[in-house]
């Protein structure tokens, strides 16, 4: 027994579809209790290509079976967010976006990292490591050198336009759609880790005799072992990441 769906691919996903198959939905007839992981692959689309399913307007796993009249939409892992108000319907965002910028954007790599995005920086990388990281690990590389993003191996990139970081920083979070995502705080400004609140009395050894005085809330680093708290940086850098958001966030 068979079942009539309609499916569209979005995105690079046409690049594995014939000329006549791309950029619009097609009508396809499957056999009863097809998953949408064999019916993308049936029509020539790997399923590692692929990082969303939504069927109708409900996000499913690649064991989803379809039915007769289901309109299937697929996209690949992206990230210029033009399905938001689909993908928003999910109370989780679908894929935390992980960044890679090249040695001339350090301080966009530092924002980013204060608005809590992944992001690797080196002051040392080269091209060749810079292509090989966003590609191994799935990466969106930035950088003003519009012939590092002509090399082939770089299938994830962006071209930043602005020189000065806070419009760096609202040009990154307009492109990509990361206004929603931010979560200041939450990452070591010098190595990129995850912070981790610690109590201080295993921090206090290490602290200047003025801020042990003045501060009890604290949090460290695990990979790089520095230790952060409120100070005078603190309301500084907070108004930075409020105006980004605010200004990323205004139509």
């Given at each position: 027994m068979s079942c009539r769906v309609g499916v569209?691919?979005?995105?690079?996903?046409n690049d594995f579809l014939s000329p006549d198959h791309r950029d619009r939905e097609l009508a396809v007839e499957v056999a009863e209790g097809t998953t949408v992981k064999d019916l993308a692959e049936s029509l020539g689309v790997p399923h590692t290509e692929i990082d969303v399913i939504l069927v109708g307007s409900e996000s499913v796993g690649f064991e989803h079976r379809v039915a007769d009249g289901d309109r299937v939409s697929v996209y690949p892992v992206f990230e210029a967010l033009d399905v938001s108000p689909?993908?928003?319907?999910?109370?989780?965002?679908?894929r935390e976006p992980r960044f890679v910028l090249d040695v001339h954007l350090g301080r966009l790599a530092r924002g980013l990292r204060l608005l809590g995005f992944d992001t690797r920086w080196s002051n040392t990388a080269g091209d060749e490591e810079l292509a090989a990281v966003s590609a191994a690990e799935h990466r969106i590389l930035l950088t003003r050198d519009r012939g590092l993003l002509k090399r082939a191996a770089v299938t994830h990139g962006y071209y930043v336009r602005e020189t000065e970081r806070r419009r760096q920083l609202v040009e990154v979070l307009r492109r990509f759609d990361l206004a929603g995502a931010v979560a200041p705080f939450a990452r070591c400004l010098a190595c990129n880790g995850v912070l981790e609140p610690v109590a201080k009395a295993v921090v206090e050894d290490r602290l200047p005799p003025r801020t042990r005085r003045d501060y009890?809330?604290?949090?460290?680093?695990?990979?790089?072992?520095?230790?952060y708290w409120r100070g005078s940086h603190y309301d500084r850098l907070a108004a930075l990441a409020e105006?980004?958001?605010?200004?990323?966030?205004?139509t």
């Open positions: 569209r691919f979005y995105a690079e996903l689909l993908v928003r319907l999910r109370p989780q965002p679908l009890d809330e604290f949090a460290t680093c695990p990979e790089c072992h520095r230790v105006d980004v958001c605010r200004a990323a966030s205004a």
